[in-house]
């Protein structure tokens, strides 16, 4: 296994945090190697920022990411820019609300802003984005992730991190069934 | 010759009266079990006095009237037809056979085929044995009860009542004109007049939507209050007789036989999925006795939410388990006073549903959902296992999310259910599915998020021109709104409606298509 996936967006969004929670989860907790290549500008807030991180089960030659098998984007500006490395087999994930692909590329989406907003705090979208990202690729375990989510927030913060984090799980798990419902025919409740 | 058989024969006094005299002239071997009334007209045997002799005791009925064209007022022969076919599918799905009814027409001259006929009714009871329903004796009533009114007035503190009036000024019924007034009823019988006729009545009409407590100052829950001086009248036995001639409560009341075993789910459709050990239980409710017995005035289709309740469980991979001989939550009974009768069938419900080993029950009907959460624990009879009602389940599975809804047809205005959305404060929950449903065209909802008011009626108490006004009112303001749709949350409130939506006069003013949420989301909701 040898996995590199990008994720982007903007700074403040939490991109660095959620590579870190992923490659740690597979480090740590999932006995694999891992490696964390972070590039921001120079602002706090509001400037695009990306994190790699490649996971893999034998050791990391080289950390930089040239095209991604997994490319995660919380903004448009990420998007536009690092959708045309992705591999052509790999997997595109968005922030539904803040990405509009183009192009027939089939995608991932979740509205993780929202849920965040709803569950109370929006900086904990990119908390949801582990979760959804966890399920929809299976590159770390639930539990690793989970685990290191929890070691990574806030102590004041951890009941609601986790909540958000199953939040974009249980998404990411309505979404596979829903695309296993559909392509076995079953589209609605009455035919 | 005495006989352990009991079968009451509805002999029409015109036709078949004469033979039926011949018969006796002749001292003809009548089945000693067969007891007759004479009755003016087959047709005037309503499906509430078809089912009441079973209630109490009865193995068999008989309806003989003329033969069809003979009738001396027309249209006797072709209703008592069709009250017998509907008694009997309801008799069935019950659980006592349908056969135990049975139309014979005879004419005048005609005695020998009438003897036929009854012997051999009498012989095919004889091999369907003793009806399984048993007739109660003694009375069961639940201890720490108020008995007295001081007791009933002390226990909801309805001396907090100050007199204010908002009760009467937001009440359905008062709004329509009706001399009701909850702070009358509450000042009445503080003083003492609970046993006048008026005061009586008053306590029957009300419609124990809940309204008036929503709006008193003190608290004094009103509902709770007639709830109880509704059982205070039912013990000494001085309650009216409740609408459609009580059948719904008279079978509830058989139902509280043990050794009666309905067949609730006979018509259950094939594509619907359900598996006996499943964690999940669901509770159906008793929309398709509804069905059968409106269905010649109304053409409803409450079954349809139960039916589509289930699809949309299967939907999202459930496959709940069901009981086979599922009874009535007992909601009516209540409600209407019999507190014996509705811990009888509690204490059933509660055993049976032990049994299934479920840890979650869920049901779509509002009463069923407040009655085994609420009234089952407050009158001391705990259920193991979670209460859940249908639209918690879709709120709970939608929000995962991945699905999506086609965008509704027109406009569409809700209807409350009280029981949901007054009396278990629950009044957000199918909001949220609504907006979920209309979530591409929030312009197609026409909802100011306060309850609405009442349908017109609970637990098949009372129904008077009033009820109807206010049904009339709603269903007028709901279309000059310009809605094309009226979404309910409860098969009574849709049966109301729909049955004021019959006048004659004004039916066209007030068509609107009904349907219910569950029905609204199961034609609507796909994997996005």
């Known amino acids: 296994m040898y996995k590199q996936i990008t994720i982007t967006g903007f700074g403040g969004q939490g991109v660095i945090l959620a590579g870190r929670i992923m490659g740690e989860a597979a480090a740590i907790l999932d006995h694999l190697e891992s490696t964390l290549v972070q590039s921001y500008g120079p602002e706090s807030r509001g400037g695009a920022c990306s994190a790699q991180v490649t996971i893999a089960d034998g050791p990391i030659y080289f950390p930089y990411i040239q095209s991604p098998d997994i490319l995660v984007c919380l903004s448009q500006s990420g998007y536009d820019k690092h959708v045309a490395t992705l591999k052509k087999d790999g997997v595109l994930i968005v922030e539904q609300d803040l990405v509009k692909p183009e192009g027939g590329r089939d995608y991932f989406a979740v509205p993780c802003t929202r849920f965040a907003e709803e569950l109370g705090n929006k900086m904990m979208a990119n908390i949801i984005m582990v979760g959804f990202f966890t399920a929809i690729t299976g590159a770390i375990s639930l539990e690793a992730a989970r685990a290191t989510v929890k070691k990574s927030v806030p102590k004041a913060t951890i009941e609601k991190n986790v909540k958000a984090f199953e939040r974009g799980w249980e998404y990411a798990q309505a979404t596979l069934k829903g695309r296993r419902e559909k392509a076995a025919g079953r589209i609605g409740v009455v035919a | 010759m005495p006989t352990e058989f009991k079968i009451v024969l509805f002999l029409c006094s015109w036709g078949p009266h004469a033979a039926f005299q011949r018969l006796q002239d002749q001292r003809a071997d009548i089945p000693p079990e067969i007891k007759m009334v004479r009755i003016p007209c087959s047709g005037r045997i309503s499906k509430a006095l078809l089912f009441k002799p079973f209630e109490m005791g009865a193995d068999g009925v008989i309806l003989v009237g003329c033969a069809p064209g003979a009738c001396r007022y027309g249209t006797g022969t072709e209703t008592a037809a069709e009250n017998t076919e509907d008694t009997r599918q309801i008799l069935d799905l019950i659980g006592l056979d349908g056969e135990r009814v049975q139309l014979g027409n005879f004419q005048p001259d005609a005695a020998d085929d009438l003897l036929a006929f009854l012997k051999a009714f009498a012989a095919r009871i004889r091999e369907l044995g003793k009806s399984p329903v048993r007739a109660q004796a003694g009375r069961d009533r639940f201890a720490g009860e108020p008995e007295t009114v001081e007791a009933i007035v002390a226990r909801h503190d309805v001396f907090a009542c100050q007199d204010c009036g908002k009760c009467t000024s937001a009440c359905s019924l008062a709004l329509a004109g009706k001399p009701f ?61 409740p609408a459609h001639g009580g059948f719904f409560q008279s079978m509830m009341r058989a139902m509280t036989s043990e050794s009666l075993v309905p067949r609730r789910w006979t018509h259950l459709p094939e594509s619907i999925r359900t598996n006996p050990q499943s964690r999940v239980l669901f509770f159906g409710g008793c929309a398709s006795y509804f069905d059968i017995f409106f269905h010649k005035f109304l053409g409803v289709q409450t079954e349809r939410i139960v039916e589509d309740s289930l699809r949309l469980l299967n939907f999202f991979d459930v496959e709940p ?208």
């Not at chain 2, 009033?466 to 009112?473: A, E, L, M, R």
Request: aromatic content about 8%.
């Open chain 2, 181 to 241: 007034s909850p702070r009358y009823v509450a000042a009445e019988i503080i003083a003492g007049h609970a046993d006048r006729p008026d005061v009586r009545t008053s306590v029957n009409a009300c419609l124990t939507c809940g309204v008036c407590y929503e709006r008193c100052p003190s608290a004094v829950n009103f509902p709770e209050f007639i709830k109880d001086m509704r059982a205070y009248y039912h013990d000494r036995a001085v309650s009216a007789v």
């Open chain 2, 321 to 528: 388990a069901l009981m086979s001989d599922e009874r009535c939550c007992g909601h009516d009974l209540l409600w209407s006073g019999d507190r014996e009768n509705f811990l009888r069938l509690a204490r059933i419900n509660a055993d049976a549903i032990a049994a299934t080993g479920a840890e979650e029950i869920i049901t779509a009907c509002p009463e069923c959902c407040h009655t085994l959460c609420t009234e089952y624990a407050r009158y001391g009879i705990e259920l193991p296992v979670k209460v859940t009602h249908m639209h918690a389940f879709l709120e709970r599975e939608i929000g995962k999310g991945a699905v999506a809804f086609k965008a509704p047809q027109g406009r569409m205005a809700f209807q409350d259910a009280c029981r949901q959305s007054r009396f278990d404060g629950q009044a957000d929950l199918p909001r949220k599915l609504l907006k979920h449903l209309c979530a591409d065209a929030p312009e197609a909802l026409d909802d100011d998020g306060a309850p609405t008011p009442c349908c017109g009626n609970s637990a098949w108490i009372g129904c008077d021109a009033f009820s109807k006004h206010f049904q009339v009112q709603r269903l007028q303001r709901v279309r000059q709104s310009g809605s094309t749709t009226l979404i309910t949350a409860c098969p009574k409130c849709q049966i109301h409606l729909r049955c004021a939506m019959e006048d004659v006069l004004r039916g066209g003013d007030l068509k609107l298509e009904t349907m219910d949420l569950v029905s609204a989301i199961a034609r609507s909701i796909y994997w996005a």
